[in-house]
């Protein structure tokens, strides 16, 4: 009889305190994505749709979880561009890919220092996450200087410049 009281009381807190719990996060990632001034609202409410993202219980940690994705897709980036430097291509092309490799070892890095430099100093992850934003320019403006048109790298520089800019946004005010 304990044991079925037991299991009952069980079923009972994870059936009505979870959903409450969920809410509660929902909102915070609601109100999170609409503090934000990043232009695409619902591109931040499917970026904090992860299950992480929803068990979050502060922003600090929905801005950890945008600068994992910011890494990941750097790292995915910078693989793309090394594997492209691989191929036979002209001075220009060589010279923007060395350019974009550059700026994506150093990207990849900052969005690393963010989330722990967080904890330590806010002011300090957001001017560092603002540092991002003009590395990819850089990478940007060089494909676009040596006239490479690449849909793959432009989506990995739209990616980044999100979650950079998410990253910034999130941490402007903390």
Same mark, same amino acid.
């Given at each position: 009889?304990?044991?079925?009281?037991?299991?009952?009381?069980?079923?009972?807190?994870?059936?009505?305190?979870?959903?409450?719990?969920?809410? &509660?996060?929902?909102?915070?990632?609601?109100? $999170?994505?609409?503090?934000? &001034? !990043?232009?695409?609202?619902?591109?931040?409410?499917?970026?904090?749709?992860?299950?992480?993202?929803?068990?979050?219980?502060?922003?600090?940690?929905?801005? /950890?979880?945008?600068?994992?994705?910011?890494?990941?897709?750097?790292?995915?980036?910078?693989? =793309?561009?090394?594997?492209?430097?691989?191929?036979?291509?002209?001075? $220009? !092309?060589?010279?923007?890919?060395?350019?974009?490799?550059?700026?994506? =070892?150093?990207?990849?890095? *900052?969005?690393?220092?963010?989330?722990? /430099?967080?904890?330590? #100093? +806010?002011?300090?992850?957001?001017? #560092?996450? +603002?540092?991002?934003?003009? *590395?990819?320019?850089?990478?940007?403006?060089?494909?676009?200087?040596?006239?490479?048109?690449?849909? #793959?790298?432009? *989506?990995?520089?739209?990616? &980044? #410049?999100?979650?950079?800019?998410?990253?910034?946004? =999130?941490?402007?005010?903390?």
């Amino acid at each position: 009889m304990a044991f079925q009281a037991h299991f009952i009381l069980m079923f009972l807190s994870l059936n009505i305190l979870s959903p409450r719990m969920a809410f &509660a996060n929902q909102h915070l990632i609601d109100k $999170a994505c609409g503090d934000v &001034a !990043v232009d695409d609202k619902a591109a931040c409410l499917k970026a904090f749709s992860t299950p992480q993202a929803i068990a979050a219980n502060n922003v600090n940690q929905l801005v /950890e979880i945008a600068m994992d994705v910011g890494i990941t897709s750097s790292q995915k980036t910078l693989k =793309l561009i090394e594997e492209k430097k691989k191929k036979p291509s002209s001075p $220009a !092309v060589s010279k923007a890919l060395k350019t974009c490799e550059e700026t994506y =070892l150093y990207v990849t890095d *900052e969005f690393k220092v963010i989330a722990p /430099e967080l904890k330590e #100093d +806010a002011m300090s992850a957001n001017y #560092d996450v +603002a540092l991002i934003n003009p *590395e990819i320019e850089n990478c940007v403006n060089a494909l676009e200087a040596a006239k490479v048109t690449d849909p #793959d790298l432009t *989506e990995g520089n739209r990616v &980044a #410049d999100y979650y950079a800019t998410l990253g910034y946004e =999130l941490t402007v005010n903390m």
